[in-house]
């Protein structure tokens, strides 16, 4: 059997400890942090490979509530681009600025065939596109309009724009607060909505960015302090 190094062995003896004050996820991210070190790797890596990339992205709404998506789409493609461009490793990594997608999708009345068309244009040129389909988006709870609960369903795709192949899929669901829902009122809706927004943004692009999985998603003390403003 293999020795444990010493890492290990403190990583295995603090996640005991911490079982007996921690939910099991947070046991466990706690327990990738100590043996791997800070950030785990991006479920698709190919942003991070070494040379120039430069990637476009797209969002688009197929959800049935036009009124509480609009507007949402783009500002979602946008948060996206700028975390990626923040936060993925790889110095010659160049996003699309989201102002030419925006023309691009206006010239064409924001109708288009598939994100390989948009990727593609002359204007745009990337040689990945990051298509995100917002299968549902909410901020009221369903059963109770006077509370606020964010939920979004997105399926995430990104193509590879010379060869057309799909590099990712993969289909996220947000739920804001995770646990209970906070009261809507003056003074929160807007900054619910702006902080609901950002958080669809960051999850969806941590799924091609390295992460410290301890910090990845503070929903709950940010819901937290929404509730305080009412």
């Not at 993925?88 to 010239?107: F, M, S, Y």
């Not at 590879?160 to 607060?177: I, L, Q, R, W």
Request: glycine share 6%.
């Amino acid at each position: 059997m293999k020795k444990l190094s010493r890492r290990a062995l403190w990583a295995f003896g603090l996640l005991a400890l911490g079982t007996l004050l921690l939910p099991g996820c947070q046991a466990v991210a706690g327990l990738v942090y100590l043996i791997n070190g800070k950030d785990v790797k991006p479920e698709f890596m190919f942003l991070t490979e070494k040379g120039p990339k430069t990637v476009a992205v797209v969002c688009r709404s197929l959800s049935a509530n036009q009124y509480e998506t609009q507007n949402v789409p783009r500002a979602i493609a946008k948060q996206v681009g700028d975390n990626l461009h923040a936060k993925v490793r790889n110095k010659k990594l160049k996003v699309v600025e989201a102002t030419q997608v925006d023309a691009w999708l206006d010239n064409c009345d924001n109708i288009f065939n598939d994100f390989l068309e948009v990727g593609r244009a002359k204007s745009i040129d990337a040689d990945y596109v990051i298509g995100i389909e917002l299968l549902g988006f909410q901020l009221r709870d369903s059963h109770s309009p006077h509370l606020l609960q964010g939920k979004a369903r997105m399926q995430v795709r990104a193509f590879d724009c010379k060869s057309g192949e799909m590099v990712a899929n993969k289909t996220v669901n947000v739920v804001y607060p995770p646990s209970l829902p906070i009261p809507a009122g003056p003074g929160v809706d807007q900054p619910f909505k702006d902080q609901f927004v950002q958080i669809v943004s960051s999850q969806i692009a941590l799924l091609f960015h390295h992460h410290d999985p301890n910090t990845a998603s503070p929903i709950d003390a940010d819901a937290l302090e929404l509730h305080r403003l009412n």
